[in-house]
């Protein structure tokens, strides 16, 4: 997947884009992103790319030329699906994280003050928000949607059996994990794990999850039936 993202702030990209999973999915090819600076687009000597809003008021808006100017430039070379970070924008999901891993190629716009020029929309595919708070701009949802949806990619976890199991109890909570030593202070790990009954500890994680799911996130469950490739059986 190549992935282009078009930003004023270009340097609150380095530190994410240098590090672990996501270095190693652009190292192992899967993966290819480049920013972009908006201001190398700005028209005016000042570098201009906000400016005050008509009809008065507090803030900044995000001018139009620059943005469909880098859209314009990015587009010669690859051609790809427009997302606008804002908080009016769709609110992002597994399931819309699944949807963007099927593009090629995805550019991100990210704004900062008020929000954008209403006529940058008519150069955008989909307008997506991270969720109900307020941040103080787009590279930060562009960099958390970037992170979900490039582990979907095939080859990019490198491991495939996690991949499997997160399909089977997709969009449930996780069931409780355990590791050394069986007994820590006196808690112990449930007996069952240790069973060494591989069926009887499957039936016990999904039912955990679904308990879980259902006294933390009940709002998950409806949504899970429908990402899953399976089906749940709430008890
Ligand atoms: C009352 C007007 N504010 C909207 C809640 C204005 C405003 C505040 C902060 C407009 C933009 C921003 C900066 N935020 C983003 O650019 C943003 C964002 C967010 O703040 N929350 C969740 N998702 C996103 S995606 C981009």
Not at 67 to 79: D, G, S, T
């Amino acid at each position: 997947m190549h992935v282009d993202i078009i930003s004023i702030f270009p340097s609150m990209f380095d530190s994410v884009l240098n590090s672990s999973i996501l270095k190693r999915a652009v190292e192992k090819g899967k993966l290819e992103v480049k920013i972009h600076n908006l201001r190398d687009f700005a028209e005016d000597k000042h570098n201009t790319t906000d400016d005050a809003p008509y009809g008065g008021g507090a803030g900044m808006v995000m001018k139009v030329e620059p943005i469909a100017k880098c859209l314009r430039n990015v587009e010669k070379k690859k051609k790809g699906f427009k997302i606008l970070l804002t908080p009016a924008g769709k609110k992002f999901d597994q399931a819309l994280a699944k949807k963007l891993a099927k593009k090629k190629n995805l550019i991100f716009v990210c704004g900062h003050y008020e929000g954008f020029d209403e006529r940058v929309k008519d150069y955008i595919d989909e307008e997506i928000s991270i969720g109900d708070y307020v941040l103080t701009g787009g590279e930060i949802p562009a960099l958390l949607i970037v992170d979900a949806v490039m582990r979907l990619l095939p080859g990019v976890l490198g491991n495939e059996e996690s991949a499997k199991n997160e399909s089977f109890m997709d969009g449930l909570l996780d069931y409780p994990h355990y590791t050394r030593p069986a007994d820590y202070k006196g808690k112990k790990v449930p007996e069952v794990l240790l069973s060494g009954n591989h069926e009887k500890i499957a039936k016990w994680r999904s039912e955990e999850a679904l308990k879980l799911t259902k006294e933390k996130r009940p709002d998950l469950l409806a949504k899970a039936n429908k990402l899953s490739k399976g089906v749940y059986i709430c008890p």
